[in-house]
């Protein structure tokens, strides 16, 4: 079965850092777009970012602009999302997803399939 595996999730303090790793051993990350989403209880998946299969196209979502980073480390087939000054309202499971089709990518969820199981994020203030 096709699928993504997310790690890197925890429990940190307002201001503090994570790194969300990405990988998956079925296919080449490098082929297609892949995107971060998070999904708080009660709230709909969001896109969070997204980076182009061929790496040289980013999405942010407004609200992590300048605090979070995505980036593909191709030797080790994994998308990385690291996340600077963390606050509480960026709590949820982060999930990473391979878009369905090829092309730059919205950042939308509709647009991505084979989800991960998530890791969870927790931001205490």
């Known amino acids: 079965q096709l699928q993504l595996v997310e790690s890197g999730g925890g429990l940190v303090r307002t201001g503090g850092s994570l790194r969300l790793s990405c990988t998956t051993d079925?296919?080449?990350?490098?082929?297609?777009?892949i995107g971060w989403f998070r999904q708080a209880p009660g709230k709909e998946r969001e896109g969070v970012s997204c980076?182009?299969?061929?790496?040289?196209?980013?999405r942010y979502a407004d609200s992590v602009k300048g605090r979070f980073t995505i980036s593909r480390d191709d030797a080790k087939n994994t998308v990385y999302l690291q996340m600077n000054n963390l606050k509480p309202e960026d709590t949820g499971v982060y999930y990473c997803?391979?878009?369905?089709?090829?092309?730059?990518?919205?950042?939308?969820?509709?647009?991505?399939?084979?989800w991960g199981q998530g890791t969870e994020v927790t931001v205490s203030s």
């Open positions: 980076i182009n299969e061929k790496g040289d196209s980013t």
């Open positions: 997803g391979r878009q369905r089709v090829t092309y730059d990518p919205l950042c939308y969820a509709f647009e991505f399939h084979y």
């Open positions: 079925k296919f080449s990350l490098d082929e297609f777009a």
